[in-house]
C-alpha cells in the first residue's frame, strides 16, 4: 500500500473518530443520560459481534473440521 494511501486512510480514522467524540459529548450534554447508559452500547456491540462470529462457526459448512476426523 503507497505511503500517501496509508496517510489519507488515518487521517479520515482519526477525524472520524474525533468527530464520533465531539458529536457524543454534544448528545450526552443534551439529553443527560446517566451514565450506565453509555457502556450499554459497546456493550451490545461486541455481544452482537460476538454472536455473529460463535453462530457463523457453528453454522457454518465449509469449514467443519469435525468431518475431516476419522471416526
Do not use: C
Not at 500517501?4 to 465531539?22: E, Q, S
Not at 457502556?39 to 454472536?51: G, M, Q, S
Request: hydrophobic share 60%.
Amino acid at each position: 500500500m503507497p505511503l500517501d494511501k496509508f496517510v489519507l486512510i488515518l487521517v479520515v480514522v482519526i477525524g472520524a473518530a474525533g468527530l464520533t467524540v465531539w458529536l457524543a459529548s454534544l448528545i450526552a450534554a443534551a439529553v443527560q443520560f446517566p451514565l450506565g447508559w453509555f457502556a450499554l452500547v459497546p456493550a451490545l456491540l461486541v455481544a452482537y459481534i460476538a454472536w455473529r462470529v460463535i453462530e457463523d462457526r457453528l453454522k457454518n459448512r465449509e469449514d467443519d473440521h469435525y468431518d475431516r476426523i476419522e471416526k
